[in-house]
């Protein structure tokens, strides 16, 4: 799979995945992160059945996801 202008990326950036996300094969993410190479950081985050959280989206479990967005996006702001 080609990840096209994974390279051009300079911002920080955040891969949330679903260990069983149905759409997107959760080997790819290894292959997504490598391209990333101009990404100030990246941060990966594997969402597992034991959280409820691992299907596409993190369907079964926002209120999981949004916080970890959150938790995320207050780490970057305090890291600028």
Known sequence: MSFGRATTIRKRTNILHGAKDHFIDR?????????????KSVTFRLFTDKEAASNHCQCGNSRLVLDTMLGWLGTVRTSR
Do not use: M, Q, S, V
């Open 27 to 39: 080997h790819l993410y290894r292959e997504e992160i490598d391209a990333l190479t101009g990404a």
